[in-house]
DNA sequence: GTGAAAGCGCTAACAC
DNA sequence: GTGTTAGCGCTTTCAC
């Protein structure tokens, strides 16, 4: 009974049963005020003609989406996955469609991306991007002043928008006090990116660690790495140059501490014996790594949830001020540095 | 100059500078039939008023929406994000908006993800789900006939759409073919859940190759995982108990490799000395296992683009047949088979 | 409880 | 070249 080429509308199925269409939206719409045989007669409509109501021209009509944007950048990094995860559950359990705009690579203008959402008309937006040199200053400059509310994700906190972030310095200090309560005190650093704020971070909670135990962080400690596994070999080999007697490593992701564990390995130290190491990301690999892993674990998913929570609040109440939620990473230990037995 | 809260919409841009509401679409679709003097004039307006146009009404007055949908399943499998940057990639060189959808679990009726889709009016729909269980069979019927051109990436092969897939079952018959001219005969194959089409495909290509090389391919050999590392681990001890001999495994991901490593190293077997191992899917971790792992890559992001092209003819000419479009693995080689030096 | 009318923001088809 | 008239499919507002 399906006209093909010609979409069912809800003009179709009022015709089919003999109601107006405004009945027929009600019904959709689950309002209370439908005799209860008309409701019937009309929900037997709609499954007979296979109805698929337009989320557009609802969206149009009602002057809301119940649908949210989320700008991604980066999808490659360890993370961005598990986060947009955490969103996507979070929507579908609140009732919400989640619109995707991906910027291919960090430091593009956001503009496009954003007015993609926009132009789809979502309820508000979640920025799901590193904050990476310019990158949250330019989307900042790109928002319509408060025409959409924003929530920003691992990212841009104190920027006038309300946030949902982990300490990345506190975590990377619990890393420094883990090594020098093993009693390790020549501890070296390879960071990400400086001029990502996370990597800028995670170096602040490495030296202000180091600087709680007494120990030293001179530059020729810290070694600049781009995030991949080749990078921590390479930042690895540089240390082991200018500082041949260190007793431990703290890389800010785990790819690069893979990488720096390769170079340990050819070098003929032992893991954790002569060198200890230590990770961030708790990646799925982190486990079986020989040895496994120190790491810590961000809760990922959870910030994408809280994210759409926070939003949410937001697109309910336009008055409701700027929040910023802090979660917790957990450092999880393993016998990378601590040894097996 | 801009009115808080209310969206700036054609009629503002029209009455801003004193043309039709048609003059202002033509001047922002590209139309050539528009004077140059008024060309000039209502692009001025439109940055004057930071005029963002509505997709959805585009959409609906035109008919299409340039817009196509991705149905997506197991973000945390490793590839679908690629995959995933490759659509989006290509669709973005093409003028085209992907919309996402996502199956929080595999199993999961696809009905109310698709209907999302459709209700945004995609103008087609790529099927990026493993094919699990029934998972396709189930979209099939999901599928209004023939309303939305539809191409499936990495599954549901001559199901009556088109698809776009790498041949398992031959990339794996390399691996044994690789692992055989090494003078490896009694090869043990750690395998995905059979009840992924995924998997079952490559356990083909393992039997096909150990039988085009005369090696014995009992089901004593194979240990069926879940893709984790842990049941990697758990196969490989197994196996180690059934067909202590051996001195080969094949694993059909790289995470069960890794686990099946971890056990071959706590049993005191050198890699690749007393047995050699091989993965799939060539993970960034890949290279920097210890030794690192040869393995098989599979283009996923080709595949993304791939699939935005398929998808595109479909689009452009409803009477164009089904196709079927086969993309080659690649073998890359490492110490886990072939040693050091 | 139900229906009629107007409008959401845009484009197609036709005038001029 | 440009404007006018109808919609696209739905929701709102206000009748009855």
Redo the contacts between chains.
């Keep these: 009974m399906?006209v093909?080429?010609r979409r069912v509308t809800i003009k179709d199925v009022a015709a089919y049963c003999g109601v107006s269409t405004q009945t027929v939206s009600r019904v959709m719409n689950h309002r209370p005020d439908v005799a209860l045989a008309t409701r019937l007669k009309v929900e037997q409509a709609i499954a007979d003609l296979?109805y698929?109501?337009?989320?557009?021209?609802r969206?149009?009509g009602a002057r809301h989406s119940d649908t949210i944007g989320v700008l991604l950048a980066g999808?490659?990094y360890v993370g961005t996955?598990?986060t947009?995860?955490g969103i996507?559950?979070e929507s579908?359990n609140l009732g919400l469609?989640?619109?995707?705009a991906?910027l291919?690579e960090v430091e593009i203008d956001p503009r496009r991306a954003i007015?993609?959402l926009?132009?789809?008309?979502v309820d508000g937006i979640i920025m799901s991007v590193p904050d990476v040199g310019r990158a949250v200053d330019r989307i900042k400059a790109v928002l319509?002043?408060?025409?959409e509310p924003v929530v920003f994700v691992k990212a841009g906190v104190s920027n006038g928008y309300s946030s949902v972030l982990v300490d990345n310095a506190t975590a990377t200090e619990e890393v420094v006090d883990h090594l020098a309560s093993l009693g390790r005190s020549r501890i070296a650093y390879i960071s990400g990116p400086l001029s990502w704020h996370e990597a800028s971070d995670r170096w602040d909670g490495w030296r202000s660690g180091m600087d709680k135990h007494g120990l030293a962080h001179d530059p020729g400690r810290l070694a600049e790495g781009d995030w991949?596994?080749q990078s921590g070999a390479d930042a690895m080999v540089a240390l082991l140059d200018r500082v041949p007697d260190l007793d431990a490593v703290v890389a800010a992701n785990d790819?690069m501490a893979?990488?720096a564990?390769?170079v340990l390995?050819k070098n003929g130290l032992r893991i954790p014996d002569d060198v200890a190491i230590a990770g961030f990301d708790d990646?799925?690999?982190a486990?079986?790594?020989?040895p496994p892993l120190t790491s810590v674990r961000q809760p990922l998913a959870e910030m994408g949830r809280e994210a759409v929570r926070t939003l949410l609040s937001h697109v309910e109440d336009p008055a409701v001020g700027v929040q910023t939620v802090p979660l917790r990473a957990e450092l999880v230990v393993r016998e990378s540095t601590i040894g097996s037995s």
């Design positions: 399906l093909p080429g296979v698929t109501p337009s989320a557009l021209a969206t149009l999808m490659a996955t598990q947009l995860t996507v559950d579908a469609t989640v619109l995707i991906e291919p007015s993609a926009i132009e789809r008309h319509r002043d408060g025409a991949s596994a790819r893979l990488g564990m390769h390995r990646i799925p690999e486990p079986w790594s020989t």
